[in-house]
């Protein structure tokens, strides 16, 4: 754990620790020489497995850093501490995560859905775009930053398991293992199919969402439910339908079980669910 006033790399002053989880802390930083925050992003694992995750954490820096979209957090460097701990600097964020705005006001109204929908896709579109496919899309990576300038100003978070396609389609990551958040991934990624992971695979993880925020629950999960449950639930049942017939035709479409029965791009499913910024 950094101790506030440590110093890394003669830049980063810590300031106090913003949050913790499975192997990452966050920590509030100050640059030394200008007079702005950051977000540092630290990692904690052991050294025989450390080059694996330092060489993910540096693609996620350099995924983010590339992207260059409002709705993607912005990152500004990578490095290491003194006894080797890989870490990366992004921008420092105000505000609370999808997840905990939803468990704080339940469901939304349709135009506030909609809004916070054509936001996540036009930060997704910008990814597929550079092709990069997030894999782990969920509301605990959507973070609604108080000053965006908007209400609800979404900023994509967590590209630590992205997958990045060559030009020709062939993706550089072949990892058959399970990746992913269970109650957000598409059955694609359920099933271990990393042939089959593209741009598709986001789509249905932003349907879901966007079913959860109208009403108010996860599409395919209860708490308490264990992972075998979750990913049966994926693979073979259909989300409950919502009320409104052209919102709940393209939020089925895309929660397809099958990728080539889901909408072509992301466009597409904005345009058909009426949110969207890019069409």
Same mark, same amino acid.
């Given at each position: 754990?950094?101790?506030?006033?440590?110093?890394?790399?003669?830049?980063? %002053?810590?300031e106090?620790?913003?949050?913790?989880?499975?192997?990452?802390?966050?920590?509030?930083?100050?640059?030394? &020489?200008?007079?702005?925050?950051?977000?540092l992003?630290?990692?904690?694992?052991?050294?025989?497995?450390? !080059?694996?995750? /330092?060489?993910?954490?540096?693609?996620?820096?350099?995924?983010?850093?590339?992207?260059?979209?409002? !709705?993607?957090?912005?990152?500004f460097?990578?490095?290491?501490? +003194?006894?080797?701990?890989?870490? =990366?600097v992004?921008?420092?964020?105000?505000?609370e #995560?999808?997840?905990?705005?939803?468990?704080?006001?339940?469901?939304?109204?349709?135009?506030?859905?909609?809004n916070? %929908?054509?936001?996540?896709?036009?930060?997704?579109? @910008?990814?597929h775009?550079?092709?990069?496919?997030?894999? $782990?899309?969920?509301?605990a990576?959507? =973070?609604?930053?108080?000053?965006?300038g908007?209400p609800? *100003?979404?900023?994509?978070? $967590?590209?630590?398991?992205?997958?990045v396609? &060559?030009? $020709?389609?062939?993706p550089?990551?072949?990892?058959? /293992?399970?990746?992913?958040?269970?109650?957000?991934? @598409?059955?694609?990624?359920a099933?271990s &199919? #990393? $042939?089959?992971?593209?741009?598709?695979?986001?789509?249905?993880?932003? /349907?879901?969402?966007?079913?959860?925020?109208?009403?108010?629950?996860?599409? =395919?999960?209860? +708490?308490?439910?264990?992972?075998?449950t979750?990913?049966t639930?994926?693979?073979q049942?259909n989300?409950?339908?919502?009320?409104q +017939?052209?919102?709940?035709?393209?939020?089925? &479409? @895309?929660?397809s079980?099958?990728p080539?029965?889901?909408f072509?791009?992301?466009?597409? *499913?904005?345009a058909?669910?009426?949110?969207?910024?890019?069409?």
């Amino acid at each position: 754990m950094l101790q506030p006033g440590q110093v890394l790399k003669e830049t980063y %002053c810590v300031e106090k620790l913003l949050g913790s989880g499975g192997m990452a802390e966050v920590y509030l930083v100050v640059h030394t &020489r200008l007079p702005r925050p950051y977000a540092l992003k630290l990692l904690h694992i052991e050294s025989a497995v450390r !080059h694996d995750f /330092a060489e993910r954490l540096r693609r996620e820096a350099e995924i983010l850093a590339k992207l260059r979209n409002p !709705h993607v957090v912005d990152a500004f460097d990578w490095d290491y501490t +003194p006894d080797g701990q890989p870490y =990366f600097v992004m921008e420092y964020l105000e505000g609370e #995560t999808l997840s905990s705005f939803l468990q704080r006001t339940g469901p939304l109204t349709i135009p506030v859905a909609l809004n916070i %929908c054509a936001q996540i896709g036009e930060g997704l579109q @910008a990814a597929h775009d550079a092709g990069v496919v997030h894999r $782990d899309l969920k509301p605990a990576n959507i =973070f609604l930053d108080k000053n965006g300038g908007k209400p609800n *100003f979404v900023k994509i978070l $967590d590209f630590g398991i992205a997958k990045v396609m &060559r030009s $020709d389609n062939s993706p550089i990551m072949t990892n058959a /293992a399970l990746m992913g958040t269970p109650g957000y991934m @598409a059955p694609e990624q359920a099933l271990s &199919r #990393t $042939d089959q992971i593209d741009p598709r695979t986001d789509q249905f993880a932003l /349907a879901a969402i966007f079913h959860e925020m109208l009403t108010g629950k996860p599409a =395919f999960y209860s +708490p308490g439910d264990n992972v075998y449950t979750i990913l049966t639930r994926i693979i073979q049942d259909n989300a409950e339908p919502l009320p409104q +017939p052209q919102i709940n035709k393209a939020v089925q &479409r @895309a929660l397809s079980k099958s990728p080539a029965d889901r909408f072509p791009s992301l466009r597409e *499913f904005l345009a058909s669910l009426g949110s969207t910024t890019l069409t």
